[in-house]
């Protein structure tokens, strides 16, 4: 009888190792799989992040480029008025200059009429751009 309970508790022994090794196996499994599970929440985390990130950016770029096209915009319609200036400041001269030309030549006496300060004026490479405002009487 005893060797029939030998025999029954070497059964119940090597029941009881297999079942320790399929245990041990199904933690490795459980802790691989728990791994791979963290591994796949850090990187949807970090596409959910790139996702996030890139319509700000987008946004960000597009809003530095509508500022410089603001700046480009008004730098172009100051550099515009002040040609614009320029030019009627010009065409001002000249008609000063040729009123009084025309004012010598049919023998009037205007001696308000400074022909050679406008002259030079108008000859003057070095004159600036005129300010913001001006005043016709000034030339």
């Known amino acids: 009888m005893t060797s029939f309970l030998n025999k029954g508790l070497q059964h119940l022994l090597v029941l009881y190792?297999?079942?320790c090794e399929a245990v041990k196996v199904l933690e490795a499994r459980l802790k691989k799989a728990e791994i791979t599970i963290s591994d796949?929440?850090?990187i949807a985390e970090a596409k959910s992040q790139h996702y996030?990130?890139?319509p700000k950016k987008v946004t960000q770029d597009a809003k530095i480029k509508l500022v410089a096209a603001q700046v480009d915009h008004d730098q172009a319609m100051t550099s515009f008025w002040d040609g614009l200036k320029n030019s009627v400041i010009v065409s001002l001269l000249q008609a000063r200059i040729k009123m009084a030309y025309e004012a010598k030549d049919a023998v009037f006496e205007c001696p308000t009429w400074p022909v050679d300060s406008l002259v030079a004026k108008l000859k003057d490479p070095r004159r600036e751009p005129c300010a913001t405002s001006f005043k016709v009487q000034d030339l």
Do not use: I, P, R, S
């Open 17 to 19: 190792t297999e079942a």
């Open 40 to 42: 796949q929440g850090k």
């Open 52 to 54: 996030e990130d890139k």
